[in-house]
């Protein structure tokens, strides 16, 4: 069965650094969402592209975080510079199509910032 | 999420018993409530959906029940087991059921299922 992939799976990095994680969605899947989950909280969606354009980055830092999905298949979300807070677990996830619908969760890459 | 509300945080149960939990949205125009599963260390994944078109649906030990009047979603697992422990989380759309698919979630619910 088809899953979504994301690298790495942890990372530690000191604040003020750059991190970037990686996400490839479930092959055909048009709509690709990254989500950041802090410890007992559900996941809050950061970005969502549909193919290679954003649809929705409204809840995006975006002095510091940005996004891309240059052929529309794989993604990359980045920091820079990370800072204590951003510490949480950056979930993505990928979808068949527009509208509402099953949406398919990587595992995650844990962040810690010190 | 802004507009999701879920109860309770965290719920105990011995097996065999039945888990409900309870989730409320403030759009009467959201059309799409799906349920997530996400077990210790792993990722969420869905269980069970529903959309505003029924009151009910079924999956063998769990139900979804949803009232639009009152604007609440309901999870039910009859007939719990411990592998059943793990969180839950309810989410709905923003906005009165965005067309882009974006989800609004709860906080969670850890459910405990004591053997």
């Known amino acids: 069965e088809a899953e979504v992939a994301q690298s790495p799976r942890y990372k530690i990095t000191e604040k003020s650094q750059a991190v970037a994680f990686w996400c490839d969605p479930i092959?055909?899947?048009?709509?690709l969402y990254w989500y950041r989950q802090i410890l007992g909280q559900g996941p809050e969606l950061l970005v969502q592209?549909?193919?290679?354009?954003?649809?929705?980055d409204s809840q995006l830092p975006k002095d510091r975080f940005s996004a891309e999905r240059l052929k529309g298949v794989d993604s990359t979300l980045k920091i820079q510079p990370a800072e204590l807070g951003d510490s949480a677990m950056y979930l993505c996830?990928?979808?068949?199509?527009?509208?509402?619908?099953?949406?398919?969760f990587g595992p995650g890459t844990r962040l810690t910032v010190t | 999420g802004e507009n999701v509300e879920q109860h309770p945080s965290t719920l105990s149960v011995q097996e065999g018993d039945s888990a409900v939990i309870k989730c409320t949205y403030s759009?009467?125009?959201?059309?799409?409530f799906p349920w997530y599963k996400q077990e210790l260390g792993k990722r969420p994944q869905l269980i069970i959906d529903?959309?505003?078109?029924?009151g009910e649906k079924k999956d063998q030990r769990i139900a979804v029940t949803l009232n639009k009047t009152a604007k609440h979603f309901s999870l039910h697992i009859t007939e719990t087991q411990p592998e059943d422990s793990a969180v839950y989380f309810c989410?709905?759309?923003?906005?009165?059921?965005?067309?882009?698919?974006?989800?609004?979630f709860g906080r969670g619910t850890q459910l405990t299922v004591w053997p």
């Open positions: 989410a709905a759309p923003p906005n009165g059921g965005s067309t882009l698919g974006r989800l609004y």
């Open positions: 759009d009467s125009a959201s059309n799409y």
């Open positions: 996830a990928s979808s068949l199509g527009t509208g509402t619908g099953e949406q398919y």
């Open positions: 092959s055909g899947h048009a709509t």
């Open positions: 529903i959309r505003s078109n029924v």
């Open positions: 592209f549909q193919d290679e354009s954003v649809v929705d």
